[in-house]
């Protein structure tokens, strides 16, 4: 466990606001853990921008991981589709809970326009490497 005592936090639906993030056709919601954890987590919810239009192969994120200890996300509308290595093609829908094992290479090949996930991962802030192929032990299962 952490020195660092956790503070208490609340992000109040009323006063939700949806800015720009990682992915230029989606928008995040932070829900402000990370102050309260001193950088340990972070927790947002993520939809796609109203003005993103409709062609779900523009929403997909190319191969890429992330170098995170935890990362874990629930969908609470929609559906999202995704390919993992060593896991293959996964769609997931509105009540589905995905736990990414640190550092699994993956993309998003596609989603609905109404999609929203919640998405919790930890630390706070890392990196996001962008990953040329699927590494081959994976591709070949």
Avoid at 33 to 40: L, V, Y
Avoid at 41 to 59: E, Q, S, Y
Avoid at 73 to 91: C, S
Wanted: net charge negative; proline share 4%; aromatic share 10%.
């Amino acid at each position: 466990m952490s020195d660092a005592t956790q503070l208490f936090s609340v992000s109040r639906a009323e006063e939700a606001v949806f800015t720009t993030g990682l992915r230029g056709f989606m928008e995040y919601r932070d829900l402000g853990i990370e102050g309260a954890t001193h950088g340990r987590f972070r927790a947002h919810v993520i939809r796609i921008k109203a003005d993103a239009g409709g062609a779900h192969d523009l929403h997909t994120t190319g191969l890429h991981q992330h170098q995170c200890d935890f990362q874990m996300f629930y969908v609470l509308k929609g559906w999202i589709r995704f390919v993992y290595e060593g896991r293959g093609e996964h769609t997931f829908h509105a009540g589905d809970c995905v736990l990414q094992p640190p550092g699994i290479v993956h993309n998003e090949l596609e989603c609905s326009d109404d999609v929203e996930v919640l998405e919790i991962y930890s630390p706070a802030v890392h990196p996001t490497v962008v990953v040329g192929a699927m590494p081959e032990a994976a591709a070949a299962r």
